[in-house]
């Protein structure tokens, strides 16, 4: 899938403004919370944001910057999925699920070394990738989505389990999130 699509479906399932009293990242338009769009020079209201800035942002900080297009050269839904995850819980949370996953699957280190836990996409984390794709083939991409949204789940569950008040999203989050 193109990353022009990706971000239609997002902003699709994230829908226009909303202003949860529970979300502590305060006020959203189409997926951006407040604090993202005024770091990335948007200064009007937020219910006002509009769409192609959104897709703009997303482009930007959730795609390019982390490097899901690299990712999205050797696994597509692979790509898709870490980008989702950025944007709900930031790419470095997304990137790091990637790593503990390829490090969890890599069989004692002997199809690859493993890798640092630095929730960045580099040239050793790419080789990783690679070196897993190569050995398991084609339904190695598969596994590795199954991985990482098993951690994901994790993360959803724990943080509502340390704060209840996320509990008013948690359905949400499992529903929309995840498969």
Known sequence: MHIDSLIDDLIDREGGYVHHPA??????CWGVTEAVARANGYHGAMRALPRNVAASIHRRLYWLRPAFNRVHD?????????FDTGVNMGPTVAVAF???????????????????????????TLAALDAFLATRGEGGETVLLKAIEALQGERYLSLAERRPANEAFLYGWLANRLG
């Open 74 to 82: 050797r696994a597509p839904d692979l790509a898709a999925e870490l």
């Open 98 to 124: 990637l790593q503990r996953a390829l490090n969890a699957l890599n069989r004692g280190a002997t199809d690859y070394p493993d890798l640092a836990i630095d929730g960045a996409v580099g040239p050793i």
């Open 23 to 28: 979300d502590r990242g305060g006020a959203t």
